[in-house]
């Protein structure tokens, strides 16, 4: 029970600091958002604001080491795997970031580029 409180503890304290940088992005959305309309119609060459075509893509993947979380575990596992597969399949070059040792020790096994 006491393990069950810790974990819940740590899950209200990322969600908290996930809504704390809610103003940050928005606050940024607004700047760039008023940086294109001051600009206007004219040509940009910004490298920020200029649309590319995407050829490679890094996902990022954050899982748990040990503990109560096999549930997020598995979940973070298929979206990115399921993720991996339909980048794949548009043709785009994908590779991923781990975090946790339960995604590393999954993505190894099943010979996903891993960038180190």
Known sequence: MAMKLVAAAKV????????ATRPFSETLQSVFGGLIERMGGEALDLPLLT????N?????VITGDRGLCGGYNSFM?????????ELKE???????????????????????????
């Not at 209200?12 to 809504?19: K, L, M, N, S, Y």
Request: glycine share 8%; charged share 35%; aromatic share 8%.
């Open 12 to 19: 209200r304290r990322a969600q908290d600091a996930v809504v």
């Open 51 to 54: 649309q590319r075509e995407v």
């Open 56 to 60: 490679k893509v890094t996902l990022a």
């Open 77 to 85: 596992i298929k979206k990115a795997e399921s993720r991996f597969n």
């Open 90 to 116: 548009q043709g785009i070059e994908c590779d991923m970031i781990l975090i946790g040792k339960k995604g590393i020790t999954y993505f190894e096994r099943r010979g996903f580029p891993i960038r180190k």
